[in-house]
C-alpha cells in the first residue's frame, strides 16, 4: 500500500488503543486489523448490528485510519456515516447506529523510545504477525463506559425506517392506503392506529387485528405509550422518539442467548442442568447427545412451548418467556413427524396451512405468492402437485419445513429432521439447512446422526442429566473430548458417568472462546404477564370453513377410505335385513318376538358407524393439531370440524342402515307423529352423531392409534348389552344405572316408542318406561342422546384445550 511504513518505522510509530465494551487493545503498526463480529476478528465486537467483518483499521500515511468495508448498518462519528476518516485524535466511533451503536473507542498513543515490548498492562497487545491466539491476557471494559440500561438492551437494531408524525392520527397496517405500510402478512390490512392525546403523549389502538398489536409483549387493546416502550405487530416492533416512530423490521439477523436453563420435573427432578450459550446470527446449530440427555427437553425451553422452570431465553435482548405472545410468530418448529396431511398434494396442502396461519384479511393471491415463493426457496416447485406421501422422505421434510417458513420466522427448530433418511438424504437435509441459515434466519436442530455435523457453525453437546459437555464448532469437538469418533465420545459419557463433563469444559478456553464472550448479562426477568392464548390467525368461521374443506379433501383423496365408508353401510344394512323379524314393527301386541332383536342390531349398526368413523381421527393427526394449536388454532373449532364433516357421513350411513335394514319389514301405518321410518332413521342418526362424539372423546384421551381398535371393539359391545334389547335393564342393579350413560340405550328407546316395541314384544315384568309409545317419551329419549352427546363433545374439547403450549407462571423480579 503506498504510504504503508516500513519494519523500522514501525517500532517508533503510534500504538493505536481500542476500546471496546468488553476488551482493551493496543495495535501496532505494521499490519491490517479487522473489526467485526466474527469470533476471529482482531477486534471482536459483539453486537448484532455489527457485521462479520465491519471496518479495518491501518496505520496510513497521515496516521492511523479506520475504514468501514461496506458493513450493512455503518460505521458513525458525530452522528454521521463515515467511509474513512484518519484518527489523529482521542476519538469514538460507533458501530451499527448513529445513537446507540457499539462504541469503539481510539486513542493513538506513541511508545516511550519505541520500545516495543513494554508493559500493557494487563491490555491486549497485538503486534503483526501474531493471531489472537497467542496473545497475552484481556481486561474487562472500565467502568467509566457503562453498559446499557435494561430498557435500551432490548431493542438492540437499527430502525429500518422512520416516520416523521406529523397527525393527529397514524394509521398502521399492510394495505396501501395506510400511513405507514408494512408488507408483512402477519399483519392485518389496517392493523392499529396511534393517536396523539391532548396532553401531546401518544396512545396506540388495536383496529380487531387478527394476530394483534403487543407493549412490551403483551397483547392490547389499546394503550398510552412512553418513549421507553415497545410496539410489536407481526415481525415489526415501532419505538417512539419524540415525535419520530422508528420502525424496526425483524428480517432473521436475531441472535439468541440461553442463560442459566434448569428444567425440573414435578417430583423436583433436574433434567436439565444449567444451561447457557449464545447462539449467533444466521447460524446452524446442531444439538447432539445420548438418549435421555436432555435434548428434546432443551428444544422445548429455547422455543417457549415448554419453558423452563428456570433461567431466562433472550432473543435479540428480548426476554422470550415474557414476551411469548408476540415472539411466538417469529418462531418456527418442525417437529420430527410430519406436520401436514400426506394425502394431500404439496402446494394445495401448504394454501390450507396458509389459509390457517394468516390474517383472515389476506388475499388467496397474496397466499398462493407466498406459497410459491417458500416452494422455489425449497427446490420443491417442481412437486407442487405431487402427493407427498408419495414424496421421498427427504423431499417430506423438505414439506414441513416450507410450512414453517410461510410465515418467515426468524428462528427455525428441528427436531430429528433426518431421522430414518439414508446418509445421501441425510446430508442433502442438512445442507438445506446450512443455507436456509446463511439465507437470513437461525436454525436449531437436534439429532442422533452425527455423519453431517461439519455442515453446523456450532455444536452443542448434552451429557445426561442435561448438562452443557461442549458448544463451539463441529472441528473442534473431538478435540475437546479427545476421541476419534462421537461414538468413542458417547461410549465415554456411558463408561464414565461420575465424570464431571460439563465442570471440565466450564473451564476451558473454549468455553471462554465461545460460550462467556457471546452471552449478555443477565439483567433480570421483567414482569411476567400471565400467559395468554395463542391468537386466532382468522375468525372462527373462517377457521372452520378452511378446516372442514381440508378433512373432506383428504376424505376424497384417499379412495380407499372413502369406498370404506361407502359399503360398511351396505354391509351392516344388509346383515340387518337377514335377521328375521317375524311380522316385522307391526302386527297386534305381543305378536313379534324377534321387532325387539331388529331393533337392537340397527342400534348397535348406529354406535358402531359413528364410533368407527371418530376413534382415529384425532389420535392419528396429533402432531398437526399440536403445531396448529401452538400457531393459533382454536381447539373447539378443530373438534367442530370434526364433528361437521363426520357427523354429515355418519348420519348418512345411518339412514341407508335403516332404509337396507328394513326392506321388507312391515311397519305400523303411522309412528308418534310423522312416518315410522322416518322417525326411526332420525333416532338411529342422532345415535350415531352421539357415538360418534364417544368417539371423538376416545380419540383425544389415547396416545397412538394402536389402542383405538381394541377401545372400539369394547365400546361396541357395551354399547349392544346397554340396548336393553338384550338383557332387561329395569331392575337389573349396576346395568340399568350404567346404561343412563350409554347413547345406546336413550336411542334404542326412542326407537321402541316409536314401534311401541313394549306392547308389541312384551318382557316379563314392568314396561319399561322408555319405551312408552308417546311424544313426551320419545322427545325425552331423543333429548337425552343429544345431550350425552354434547357432554362428550365438551370433555373431547377440554383434553384438547390441555394440549396447548404450557406458559411459565408469573414469577417474581430478582
Not at 360 to 372: F, I, L, N
Not at 374 to 387: C, M, Q
Not at 767 to 775: E, F, G, N, R
Request: aromatic share 6%.
Amino acid at each position: 500500500m503506498a504510504g504503508e511504513p516500513s519494519s523500522t518505522d514501525s517500532l517508533v510509530a503510534p500504538v493505536l488503543v481500542v476500546q471496546t465494551r468488553e476488551r482493551v487493545y493496543r495495535l501496532r503498526a505494521g499490519d491490517v486489523y479487522n473489526v467485526g463480529r466474527d469470533p476471529a476478528a482482531d477486534v471482536v465486537v459483539n453486537d448484532p448490528r455489527v457485521s462479520s467483518i465491519h471496518a479495518v483499521l491501518e496505520l496510513g500515511a497521515e496516521g492511523w485510519e479506520i475504514e468501514d468495508v461496506g458493513s450493512r448498518n455503518g460505521t458513525f462519528f458525530d452522528g454521521r456515516r463515515v467511509n474513512r476518516m484518519v484518527i489523529d485524535h482521542d476519538e469514538t466511533f460507533r458501530l451499527g447506529h448513529s445513537v446507540d451503536g457499539e462504541q469503539l473507542a481510539c486513542s493513538p498513543e506513541a511508545p516511550p523510545g519505541g520500545e516495543s515490548d513494554r508493559d500493557t498492562g494487563g491490555e491486549t497487545l497485538i503486534v503483526p504477525g501474531r493471531s489472537l491466539a497467542e496473545e497475552a491476557t484481556v481486561t474487562q471494559f472500565p467502568s467509566s463506559l457503562p453498559r446499557r440500561s435494561s430498557r435500551s438492551s432490548r431493542m438492540l437494531r437499527p430502525p429500518s425506517e422512520v416516520v416523521r408524525i406529523t397527525s393527529d392520527k397514524l394509521r398502521i397496517g399492510r394495505a396501501a392506503d395506510n400511513d405507514v405500510v408494512v408488507p408483512d402478512l402477519l399483519l392485518s390490512r389496517h392493523h392499529a392506529e396511534l393517536h396523539r392525546t391532548d396532553d401531546g403523549r401518544y396512545r396506540i389502538i388495536d383496529l380487531d387485528s387478527h394476530n394483534g398489536t403487543y407493549v412490551n409483549g403483551s397483547r392490547v387493546d389499546a394503550a398510552d405509550l412512553a418513549e421507553s416502550d415497545l410496539i410489536g405487530m407481526g415481525h415489526t416492533t415501532f419505538r417512539l422518539v419524540g415525535d419520530e416512530l422508528r420502525e424496526f423490521v425483524d428480517t432473521g439477523d436475531v441472535s439468541v442467548s440461553v442463560q442459566n436453563l434448569i428444567v425440573r420435573t414435578p417430583e423436583g427432578k433436574v433434567i436439565l442442568d444449567g444451561v447457557s450459550f449464545p447462539i449467533p446470527q444466521r447460524s446452524l446449530v446442531g444439538v447432539i447427545g445420548p438418549s435421555g440427555a436432555g435434548k428434546s427437553t432443551l428444544l422445548g425451553a429455547i422455543t417457549g412451548l415448554r419453558p423452563a422452570t428456570e433461567g431466562t431465553v433472550r432473543y435479540d435482548g428480548r426476554d422470550l418467556y415474557t414476551d411469548y405472545d408476540e415472539l411466538r410468530h417469529r418462531i418456527g418448529l418442525v417437529p420430527q413427524e410430519d406436520i401436514l396431511h400426506n394425502q394431500l398434494p404439496t402446494r394445495r396442502a401448504l394454501l390450507y396451512a396458509a389459509e390457517l396461519r394468516f390474517p383472515g384479511d389476506t388475499r388467496s393471491e397474496e397466499r398462493e405468492q407466498r406459497v410459491d415463493e417458500v416452494l422455489d426457496e425449497l427446490g420443491l416447485a417442481r412437486h407442487a402437485d405431487t402427493r407427498i406421501d408419495r414424496l421421498s422422505g427427504g423431499q417430506r421434510k423438505r414439506v414441513s419445513v416450507a410450512l414453517e417458513l410461510l410465515t418467515k420466522p426468524s428462528l427455525l427448530f428441528l427436531d430429528e429432521p433426518t431421522s430414518g433418511l439414508d446418509p445421501g438424504l441425510d446430508k442433502t437435509v442438512m445442507e438445506m439447512l446450512a443455507e436456509l441459515a446463511h439465507d437470513g434466519r437461525t436454525v436449531i436442530v437436534v439429532t442422533h446422526s452425527v455423519a453431517n455435523l461439519d455442515s453446523c457453525d456450532r455444536l452443542l453437546v448434552l451429557v445426561p442429566g442435561g448438562r452443557l459437555a461442549y458448544y463451539g464448532p463441529p472441528t473442534e469437538g473431538l478435540l475437546e473430548f479427545a476421541q476419534r469418533s462421537w461414538a468413542d465420545v458417547f461410549q465415554a459419557f456411558d463408561r464414565e458417568h461420575e465424570r464431571d463433563w460439563a465442570g471440565e469444559f466450564r473451564t476451558s478456553p473454549r468455553f471462554e472462546n465461545y460460550v462467556a464472550v457471546g452471552l449478555t448479562d443477565d439483567i433480570g426477568p421483567a414482569e411476567v404477564h400471565p400467559p395468554a392464548p395463542p391468537p386466532a390467525q382468522q375468525s372462527k368461521l373462517a377457521q372452520l370453513s378452511t378446516l372442514c374443506r381440508r378433512y373432506l379433501a383428504v376424505i376424497a383423496s384417499d379412495r380407499s377410505y372413502l369406498a370404506l365408508l361407502g359399503v360398511m353401510p351396505l354391509l351392516l344394512g344388509g346383515l340387518i335385513a337377514a335377521v328375521p323379524s317375524g311380522q316385522g314393527f307391526a302386527g297386534a301386541p305381543g305378536s313379534n318376538i324377534d321387532a325387539a332383536t331388529k331393533l337392537m342390531i340397527l342400534a348397535f349398526g348406529a354406535c358402531f358407524v359413528g364410533t368407527g368413523n371418530s376413534i382415529r381421527e384425532i389420535v392419528k393427526e396429533q402432531t398437526i393439531y399440536r403445531r396448529e394449536r401452538a400457531a393459533g388454532l382454536s381447539p373447539g373449532v378443530y373438534l367442530m370440524s370434526k364433528l361437521l364433516v363426520l357427523g354429515v357421513i355418519t348420519a348418512l350411513q345411518s339412514t341407508v342402515l335403516v332404509l337396507i335394514g328394513t326392506i321388507g319389514v312391515d311397519m305400523p301405518p303411522k309412528g308418534l307423529f310423522t312416518s315410522v321410518e322416518l322417525e326411526l332413521i332420525l333416532a338411529m342418526a342422532l345415535l350415531g352423531i352421539a357415538s360418534l362424539a364417544l368417539g371423538l372423546l376416545v380419540s383425544v384421551s389415547v396416545n397412538t392409534s394402536e389402542k383405538t381398535l381394541p377401545l372400539l371393539i369394547v365400546l361396541s359391545m357395551a354399547q349392544l348389552v346397554l340396548t336393553g334389547g338384550l338383557v332387561r335393564l329395569p331392575g337389573t342393579p349396576v346395568l340399568e344405572q350404567l346404561a343412563y350413560i350409554s347413547p345406546a340405550r336413550w336411542g334404542f328407546g326412542a326407537g321402541a316408542a316409536t314401534v311401541d316395541l313394549d306392547t308389541l314384544s312384551p318382557h316379563e315384568g314392568a314396561a319399561d318406561p322408555l319405551w312408552k309409545h308417546t311424544i313426551g317419551t320419545w322427545l325425552l329419549d331423543m333429548g337425552v342422546v343429544a345431550g350425552l352427546g354434547a357432554i362428550f363433545l365438551a370433555l373431547a374439547w377440554y383434553r384438547l384445550y390441555q394440549l396447548r403450549p404450557r406458559r411459565r407462571g408469573a414469577r417474581r423480579a430478582i
